[in-house]
């Protein structure tokens, strides 16, 4: 399964609050920022695996549905929960910004944050510390990361410059960013 950039830029701004622990994020199979049936606004959707017969778990999704930001869960098997949470208010701008491929909008307090949130679980390997420099350029507008975009984008023929302004992060897909909510029964 392929991450969505909702993983990436959205969950380490809500963990915190929701009481996401380091030790379960191995069993975080995905997140959406979106449900097909629209029915949810401005929420975070975890798609989580599930054991209700380890107590470790089961206490710890007792702290996830006792967080203030906590909705509804929908069971999608017998060994996966989908958690739904109201996105924290502040950190909307965020999530907004995301939806539009706007990475060098976060505040800096959320770009810190996120980049906190990957090098404490992945900075110990070097697949970890590129993904969190990866990260830090998008988040950046890193001119080093810019200069390999255009690289890549020019032809012999044709060399492609980039607008200063531009992001340099991949367009969002909304499509990628909607769970099924049609394929599950509550």
């Known amino acids: 399964m392929r991450y969505n950039k909702s993983k990436t830029y959205l969950l380490p701004l ?38 209700f017969r380890n107590p470790e778990f089961t206490k710890y999704e007792h702290k996830l549905t006792k967080s203030y930001l906590f909705k509804k869960l929908i069971d999608i098997n017998k060994d996966e929960v989908l958690y739904i949470f109201d996105f924290p208010e502040e950190y909307l701008h965020e999530y907004y910004c995301l939806r539009d491929s706007k990475y060098s909008e976060f505040g800096e307090d959320a770009k810190q944050q996120i980049l906190n949130f990957w090098t404490k679980l992945y900075g110990k390997t070097t697949t970890g510390v590129n993904f969190v420099l990866s990260v830090k350029k998008i988040l950046y507008k890193d001119s080093k990361l810019k200069k390999q975009i255009e690289e890549s984008l020019s032809s012999k023929d044709h060399k492609v410059i980039l607008d200063d302004n531009a992001e340099l992060g991949e367009k969002v897909e909304i499509s990628n960013e909607t769970f099924n909510l049609n394929e599950y029964k509550n």
């Open 14 to 51: 809500i963990a915190p609050l929701i009481g996401i622990e380091e030790k379960h994020i191995s069993d975080l199979e995905n997140t959406f920022m979106f449900d097909s049936n629209n029915e949810f606004n401005q929420c975070f959707y975890i798609r989580h695996n599930f054991s």
